[in-house]
C-alpha cells in the first residue's frame, strides 16, 4: 500500500511551457485534492474532484486543469506556465463520509518556473 | 468564505518545555471540523490533531492537545514535554462539515523550532 503518490519530485520549466502533474492513490479513495503552497504560506486548495468524472474549482483554479478518469488518478495540468505557477504542489485523498476521514497528502512536487 | 489566521510566524522553545501555538478562524457555519498538521523539513504533511466543532471536550493526542473556543473561534495547539522531533512547520486549518468534499482552508503557519 503506497498511500498517495507524486510524479515528478522535482521540475524546472520555461515560461510558456506546459506539464503534467501525476498523482495516484491506491487507497480507493473518492475524493482526491490539489493543493499549492507558495513560499511561507498555508496550502491552497486549486480543484478538487469527489469521484471518477467529476470535478471542481477551488480557491486558486486559475490556469491549472484536471481530470479524473479513474478513481486511482487525479493528474494536474499546467498550461502556459507562469512564474506565479512556481510552488511546491500537493496531491490529497480521503474516503467520503461524516464524521470527517483523513486526509493523506502525498509527498509534494517542487515546480520552478523562469 | 472562512479564513484562517495564525499570528506567530515563529516560536522557539526549550526541549522538554511546553508551548502553545496560536489560531483563529473565522466563519459564518456552526458544524465544521479544525485541524492541526506538521510539516517537517520532508515537506510531508502530517496530521497531529482534529477537533469536531460540535464537540465541547477538547481533543487530546499524548503529548497534543487543543483549546478550542468556539465563541472566540480560537483553535490553540498545546505541546507538552517538546522534543527535537517537534521542530516543524505547524499549520492550522479548517473544514466545513459536508464529508470532506471542500477541501481544507489552511492558515499561513508557524515555524515551531525546539532548542537542545
Known amino acids: 500500500n503506497a498511500g498517495v503518490t507524486q510524479t515528478p519530485k522535482f521540475r524546472i520549466l520555461k515560461i510558456g511551457q506546459s506539464m503534467t502533474l501525476q498523482c495516484t492513490q491506491d487507497m480507493n479513495h473518492n475524493y482526491m485534492y490539489w493543493y499549492r503552497q507558495d513560499p511561507g504560506m498555508g496550502l491552497k486548495l486549486i480543484y478538487y474532484?469527489?469521484?471518477?468524472?467529476?470535478?471542481d474549482k477551488g480557491e486558486v483554479p486559475n490556469g491549472y486543469n484536471v481530470s479524473r478518469s479513474t478513481t486511482e488518478d487525479f493528474p494536474l495540468r499546467l498550461e502556459l506556465a507562469a512564474p506565479s505557477q512556481t510552488s511546491v504542489y500537493f496531491c490529497a485523498s480521503s474516503p467520503p463520509g461524516i464524521p470527517y476521514n483523513e486526509q493523506f497528502f502525498g509527498p509534494g512536487t517542487r515546480l520552478t518556473v523562469l | 468564505a472562512q479564513t484562517v489566521t495564525q499570528s506567530q510566524p515563529e516560536m522557539s522553545v526549550q526541549e522538554a518545555e511546553t508551548v502553545t501555538l496560536s489560531c483563529t478562524y473565522d466563519t459564518s457555519e456552526n458544524n465544521y471540523y479544525l485541524f492541526w498538521y506538521k510539516q517537517p523539513p520532508s515537506r510531508q504533511m502530517i496530521l497531529v490533531i482534529r477537533q469536531e466543532a460540535y464537540k465541547q471536550q477538547n481533543a487530546t493526542e499524548n503529548r497534543f492537545s487543543v483549546n478550542f473556543q468556539k465563541a472566540a473561534k480560537s483553535f490553540s495547539l498545546k505541546i507538552s514535554d517538546s522534543q527535537l522531533g517537534d521542530t516543524a512547520m505547524y499549520f492550522c486549518?479548517?473544514?466545513?462539515?459536508?464529508?470532506?468534499?471542500?477541501?481544507?482552508?489552511f492558515g499561513k503557519g508557524t515555524h515551531l523550532i525546539i532548542q537542545p
Open positions: 474532484s469527489v469521484g471518477a468524472g467529476i470535478t
Open positions: 486549518a479548517f473544514m466545513f462539515s459536508g464529508g470532506g468534499a471542500d477541501g481544507l482552508t
